[in-house]
């Protein structure tokens, strides 16, 4: 692989990173709480646990959220 390639991957792979944790901090938050409602009363390691996740996943969780019910 060549340098230009390997530090496009790495840009966008650190774009992606940098948005899912951006995202991460509100869902744990609130977010959490709109998509599942039992994770309303859930403590501070409970939303510790879940932010790496919620940082991997956030295009999708962004989608579930934005379409929630109100």
């Known amino acids: 692989m060549s340098e230009p390639v390997a ?3 790495l840009t966008v792979a650190g774009a992606y990173a940098l948005a899912g944790f951006i995202f991460a901090i509100p869902f744990v938050w609130r977010g959490a709480g709109v998509l599942e409602p039992v ?4 403590t501070w390691g409970f939303r510790l646990l879940i932010l790496p996740g919620s940082a991997t996943l956030w295009p999708w969780l962004l989608y579930r959220w934005v379409r929630a019910p109100r």
Do not use: E
């Not at 994770?39 to 859930?42: D, H, K, P, S």
């Open 7 to 9: 530090r496009l991957l």
């Open 39 to 42: 994770a309303r009363q859930g």
